[in-house]
């Protein structure tokens, strides 16, 4: 028997207040509930006791696998199980603090490979990062918070009490200052590369001299984590020459080293500001990031974020632009 129901009409959220959603790198999920100007009212992360609960299935997969060579037909059952709940877990918190705040929730929209990217440490796969997306696109339809669309990747940039943003920058981006930690601006300190009277090696930021580390941590097949001098690496790697007369495939190691040495990203969970030295935990910021990107596009509505690199540096621009611009009044 089929049953259909009418819904009321659409509501419209309340303005005043925006929940910034993020797939966390420690946690599944991270909020950031932020008022009309842009100011953080609360943060938070949803279900943090996961990644410990992985690291224990972890284990004990290592323990069996040692001792009898696989793993249980329970270990395995357990292990999905908590997989296949983790959505809906995450879904709920994510409904309450919608219902509690009467606020949209703002999601970043991702792809198979923006969801990828950085590897498969994050908490949250892209199956279940949809599914908890999905199950909250119901909830809210059934309340009539929430137009359902056809397929996802119809899904709208505003509809109700749901709202998507691009992922573009929402992590690199300084939620103190503004700064945006891109390509760009590791290009920028390229060029500078030059080691001291000491021998340590120094980029040139803002007219400033700025140390890289003196040893970076890599991981390397077949090696695991080793520990690299930076110096010794560089002086390898460069020799005499500047940055800008080096081969490509030297310039492409120096720019590793670089990016190793000098990371705004020095651990996986963990945001250290090059320009302002501000520090914060990146799932944290990255949920104020995604909700603030909803209040940037709301502003420029016309604006895409364009074809090749020069679209794309057009765009980081106007984003940091902008996002400078409101950090006194967020201050």
């Known amino acids: 028997v089929t ?15 925006l929940i910034g959603v993020d797939r966390g790198e420690a946690v599944p999920a ?15 992360k949803i279900h943090p006791e996961y990644r410990e609960q ?46 509690t705040h009467q606020a949209p929730l703002v999601f970043e929209r991702l792809n198979s490979a923006l969801a990828t990217r950085g590897g498969a440490r994050q908490q949250m796969s892209l199956m279940q990062y949809e599914r908890m997306i999905t199950t909250v696109e119901q909830r809210m339809a059934e309340a009539a918070c929430y137009k359902v669309p056809r397929q996802a990747k119809f899904r709208a940039a505003r509809c109700g009490f749901l709202m998507f943003v691009g992922p573009a920058y929402t992590s690199a981006t300084c939620s103190k200052c503004g700064h945006v930690h891109s390509n760009r601006l590791y290009d920028a300190l390229a060029a500078t590369l030059a080691p001291d009277k000491s021998g340590r090696w120094c980029v040139e930021f803002e007219g400033k001299a700025l140390p890289l580390a003196e040893s970076y941590r890599v991981w390397i097949k077949g090696k695991g984590e ?106």
Not at 3 to 17: C, F, N, S, Y
């Open 30 to 44: 991270a909020f950031a509930v932020l008022d009309d100007v842009g100011r953080i009212l609360e943060r938070g």
């Open 226 to 331: 080793i520990e690299v001098n930076t110096a010794e690496r560089l002086n390898e790697v460069m020799g005499e020459r500047t940055f800008a007369k080096l081969p490509k495939t030297k310039a492409a190691a120096a720019m590793r080293v670089l990016k190793n040495a000098l990371a705004y990203r020095p651990t996986q969970d963990h945001f250290r500001c090059l320009r302002c030295g501000h520090e914060d935990e990146a799932d944290l910021q990255a949920a104020v990031n995604i909700a603030r990107k909803s209040m940037f596009a709301a502003e420029n509505p016309k604006l895409a974020k364009g074809e090749g690199e020069e679209g794309r540096r057009a765009f980081e621009q106007k984003w940091q632009t902008w996002y400078e611009s409101k950090c006194k009044t967020w201050s």
């Open 54 to 99: 992985q690291r224990k299935f972890g284990a004990e997969k290592s323990r069996m696998q040692s001792r009898y060579g696989g793993y249980s037909r329970e270990l395995k059952a357990k292990e999905r199980n908590r997989a296949t709940a983790l959505a809906g877990q995450v879904s709920r918190e994510l409904l309450s603090l919608a219902a």
């Open 3 to 17: 049953m259909q129901r009418e819904l009321p009409h659409m509501a419209e959220p309340p303005k005043g207040k």
